[in-house]
């Protein structure tokens, strides 16, 4: 099969600098070409030193307003930048996002997504729409001719541990099963992660993943084309 391209994008970037560190080393020495920034959040500025230093690393926004958990057969606010169901707060805030976006990194973001995927429902989803038109870029899920893949994580929809979802045989096996045109793989690297994230243990696992032999060697045999959003490719 061939015509496969494939965008591995690696959300959080900034969140801490061990999340940083884990997009570096899968950068240079696995496969993810592209990372979602997190401008709210305290390694940021790490964050977007080591973009400027790498441009083979395409840089999108990771719109920040909120987290949540599943605690108790419910899902409980880790915290909350605006309310997601205010539409001129969300506004505000997306906008405010953009300009420390462009502010950090120099120039305007390959593509738009969101922490949580909060940007799927309404207001959030028409908040970012506008902005992907404006600027021209991709928005996560709503760009025909390329489909988001999330198959590549250690945890259920709930946050229940699952550990199979984030090994060099399941990534093998999600890379051999691409179909023609182009995809985006979402995935988490992180190295010793101190961010207090529910998804601290598995940032490590996934980064040594992305960086298998194995996985390597899958791309090459399965004629795989790794490039980011912005279209520039690598070997």
């Keep these: 099969m061939s015509g496969r391209r494939l965008i591995v994008n690696a959300d959080d970037l900034g969140l801490s600098g061990g999340v940083n560190r884990g997009i570096a080393r899968a950068h240079e020495h696995g496969i993810v070409t592209s990372a979602s920034l997190m401008v709210r959040r305290p390694a940021a500025e790490g964050a977007a030193a080591y973009a400027r230093a790498h441009p083979s690393l395409g840089i999108g926004l990771h719109v920040d307003l909120g987290e949540w958990r599943y605690t108790g057969g419910t899902w409980i606010a880790a915290y909350e930048v605006v309310p997601a169901g205010d539409a001129d707060a969300v506004a505000a805030e997306v906008a405010a996002q953009l300009e420390r976006f462009t502010g950090l990194i120099g120039r305007t973001p390959t593509h738009l997504d969101s922490h ?45 541990p699952w550990p199979e979802g984030i090994t060099p045989e399941h990534l093998c096996g999600l890379l051999r099963a691409l179909p023609p ?43 795989i084309e790794l490039l980011s959003f912005s279209g520039s490719g690598r070997a």
């Design 116 to 160: 949580q995927h909060l940007h799927r429902d309404e207001p959030v989803r028409s908040v970012v729409l506008q902005h992907g038109r404006r600027l021209g870029v991709p928005v996560r899920g709503d760009r025909p001719g390329i489909r988001y893949a999330g198959g590549f994580h250690g945890q259920s929809g709930r946050g229940e």
């Design 181 to 223: 045109g182009t995809t985006e793989l979402g995935c988490h690297p992180g190295l010793d992660d101190d961010s207090g994230s529910s998804y601290c243990a598995e940032r490590t696992v996934e980064t040594a993943t992305l960086c298998d032999v194995r996985v390597l060697e899958t791309v090459h045999a399965e004629r």
